[in-house]
């Protein structure tokens, strides 16, 4: 089935005991942060900009470290805030139906909107701490930031001099391995995978739908654009998500 949420919403959905979630940018576009692969995205426009989260290149040039921390500078000046999409999970959660929230965003918005911090798995890292390439030590984003405000445009370890960087997963860089097993054992262990925003294209996250699916989990897809997990999904919703997922919640 694929379009708008049914209503009313079927059984499997509405009774469903252990949803686990599975979030991707889609969910945060309408809280103003950009969406990198879709029609409009970052990347699609200004294939440069995908530089700034390679490892390699990141390593290998300064100016694109500063341009990096630049733009986490201006994100932290937008008006970057929860939106409703997020507001449902939380519904979800004390509805005592949320088995795990898992998340390639790194923007910290479901713990902000009041997820429980130990709900959220955070597959791709967070932009809300700062780690040393070099000997991975770690601090906060707004110490980092307020370096580049007192005029470092390019901060270094304060322990060894080494290189720092937002504590995001980027390409070059492998998956925290026990948030991914936490994330798989969530996915084995649902009665409903909902992926919510994400075009489920990035391994190996997109392989969590699958592990949900041989595990006897239906399967909900949220997303604007066709998924390659459409056809395996019970549901596919197109409608927006701010206005989609509060009702598939059985929250609005
Ligand atoms: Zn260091």
Redesign the pocket.
């Known amino acids: 089935m694929t379009g708008a949420v049914p209503d009313p919403l079927p059984d499997w959905l509405s009774g469903a005991r252990r949803v686990t979630v599975l979030t991707g940018a889609g969910i945060s576009t309408d809280s103003g942060i950009p969406d990198y692969r879709g029609p409009n995205g970052v990347w699609t426009r200004d294939p440069d900009a995908e530089k700034l989260v390679t490892l390699s290149y990141y390593l290998a040039d300064p100016e694109i470290r500063r341009k990096a921390w630049r733009v986490r500078a201006d994100v932290r000046a937008a008006d970057v805030a929860p939106n409703a999409g997020h507001r449902a999970l939380v519904d979800l959660e004390r509805q005592g139906r949320l088995r795990a929230l898992l998340t390639q965003n790194v923007d910290g918005l479901h713990q902000a909107a009041g997820s429980s911090p130990e709900h959220v798995l955070e597959l791709h890292g967070t932009v809300h701490a700062v780690e040393?390439?070099?000997?991975?030590?770690r601090t906060s984003m707004d110490d980092a930031l307020a370096r580049i405000d007192a005029g470092d445009p390019d901060p270094a370890?304060?322990?060894?001099?080494?290189i720092?960087k937002s504590a995001t997963v980027s390409f070059g860089q492998a998956l925290d391995e026990r948030v991914l097993d936490a994330a798989a054992q969530a996915a084995a262990d649902c009665d409903v995978l909902l992926a919510v925003g994400t075009s489920l294209v990035v391994y190996p996250v997109a392989g969590l739908v699958e592990v949900a699916a041989a595990h006897g989990a239906r399967v909900v897809i949220v997303n604007a654009e066709p998924t390659p997990f459409d056809g395996l999904a019970d549901l596919v919703v197109r409608e927006p998500i701010s206005t989609a997922l509060p009702r598939l919640v059985g929250a609005g």
Do not use: I, R, W
């Open positions: 040393c390439l070099s000997c991975g030590d370890c304060l322990v060894c001099g080494g720092l």
